[in-house]
């Protein structure tokens, strides 16, 4: 746990409850873990009420919706697809990269549904991903001491000290960052960038290294025979095809940022977090006593869980019972992360305690978090193969115990960056410094992902035809 700043958390106190109800700011009475050392308190207590002031990002009936298609999710009728940025930077709010991400998340989702015959549900990494855990709140950049970057919301990359120092400001700027990326991709989601008989839209050379490139390219040509025709017999064209759902997450770290956007909503019942849709609780912030959890039990998102050791099956579900003690479906998503070498020894017993325990909750695989390794040029990257054999391995898991496996997690982007190394086109070590980009950890990039999820699918009917 990160050293605790009880007079940092308590800045906004006076309305937080004492009698041990949940509020918004009730977290303020528990240990923090991650909480960036603001030197300035009074700044940071005028930027939360800022934040708190201004319109929220999303509605409450869209988070209704995706719990719905969630708990469909959890009952092996719909497949969850998140993705995007391992920590966006405010950079990244621009055209090209948002219309670059939107893309491929389309795409991916699109060969996901062809492929399977059911409902995906897209949540991008998106619009909120803008603070990063970290294990040490100081580290060594040039061979000067400073405080660690924690992402676009607490401190700047650049590698100085005056700009290491964390920043209230950077609240609001977050929040302003995400209304335009958010705006932006729900601009193109209603306006027809989801048309996929645009040639541009399919990009598919980098496959021809591939066993199945003739029946990806084949699956494709379907895809865009079929809009086609139903574009033929029906003159307005389905808004269905033009028009897609497109959620947006993020992790829930700075509680400062969440609690200021946790509202309650006319003739609903309950606090809505209205900056995302999902978000999810990390590795770094699960104590069970903790101010993450005490904030999380409040609101009627649906929540993420990173699931693995070291914490164990029974500590999970102690977390479950917490958050979620009405069984509601369609509330948590447990984010498997093992690394590839651990899923056939470990994954099982969660899936039994979970079983036990009666939760339903919709159960992914992040198969990047446990396959990082640094090369001997200093870069952090991931394997392509590795990274499918944790989807393999878990799918396998799942179809022994009779369990199913609702969705994947995973780190990309649609840039043509170089950072995984393997897939179609046999990136190596050698070849990460070309397009390095990433401030925090390694991205699958446009080709590797589409590959992924061509895969993805073929171990989804794989497992599909053997339970």
């Not at 290294?209 to 003739?214: A, K």
Request: proline share 5%; aromatic share 10%; glycine share 6%.
């Amino acid at each position: 746990m990160s050293s605790i700043l009880k007079p940092t958390n308590q800045i906004v106190q006076p309305e937080a409850k004492s009698d041990g109800r949940w509020h918004p700011l009730s977290w303020n009475q528990f240990d923090i873990a991650q909480l960036p050392e603001y030197p300035d308190t009074e700044e940071l207590r005028r930027a939360y009420y800022e934040l708190k002031s201004l319109p929220p990002l999303i509605t409450s009936w869209e988070i209704e919706a995706l719990k719905e298609k969630l708990a469909q999710a959890s009952m092996g009728k719909a497949f969850l697809i998140q993705g995007g940025d391992c920590a966006e930077t405010f950079d990244s709010c621009n055209s090209v990269k948002l219309v670059n991400m939107l893309k491929v998340m389309l795409q991916m989702s699109f060969i996901l549904i062809h492929e399977m015959g059911i409902p995906i549900i897209r949540v991008g990494r998106v619009a909120g991903q803008y603070a990063k855990p970290r294990s040490q709140n100081y580290e060594e950049v040039n061979g000067e001491q400073m405080m660690s970057y924690r992402g676009d919301l607490i401190n700047s990359y650049l590698p100085n000290r005056d700009a290491r120092v964390p920043d209230p400001q950077r609240l609001v700027t977050a929040y302003q960052k995400a209304a335009l990326s958010l705006n932006f991709l729900r601009a193109l989601s209603d306006e027809g960038f989801a048309d996929l008989q645009h040639p541009g839209q399919w990009e598919l050379d980098f496959m021809q290294n591939n066993e199945f490139y003739e029946e990806y390219e084949q699956m494709v040509n379907t895809i865009k025979k079929a809009i086609k025709f139903m574009d033929a017999i029906i003159p307005n064209k389905l808004n269905t095809t033009h028009k897609v759902d497109f959620y947006t997450s993020h992790e829930a770290l700075n509680l400062f940022y969440e609690s200021a956007q946790t509202r309650t909503v006319p003739r609903k019942e309950g606090w809505f977090n209205l900056s995302g849709h999902m978000v999810w609780l990390g590795n770094r912030t699960q104590q069970l006593d903790g101010a993450h959890i005490e904030y999380l039990r409040g609101i009627e998102n649906p929540i993420g869980i990173k699931v693995g050791p070291p914490f164990s099956p029974d500590a999970l579900i102690d977390i479950l019972d917490r958050i979620n003690p009405s069984h509601e479906a369609g509330k948590i998503v447990l984010i498997t992360r093992m690394g590839h070498a651990n899923v056939a020894t470990e994954l099982s017993k969660y899936i039994n305690r979970v079983r036990r325990s009666g939760h339903p909750v919709v159960w992914s695989c992040d198969p990047m978090h446990g396959n990082t390794y640094a090369t001997g040029n200093n870069f952090k990257t991931r394997r392509f193969d590795d990274i499918l054999q944790e989807i393999r391995e878990t799918f396998a898991v799942h179809r022994s115990e009779g369990s199913y496996l609702g969705g994947v997690h995973l780190e990309l982007t649609g840039d043509n960056v170089t950072e995984c190394v393997g897939g179609a086109n046999g990136l190596n070590e050698e070849g990460l410094g070309i397009n390095y980009e990433t401030y925090c950890d390694p991205r699958l990039n446009y080709e590797q992902s589409l590959e992924m999820s061509f895969l993805v699918a073929k171990e989804w009917n794989r497992a599909k035809n053997q339970i």
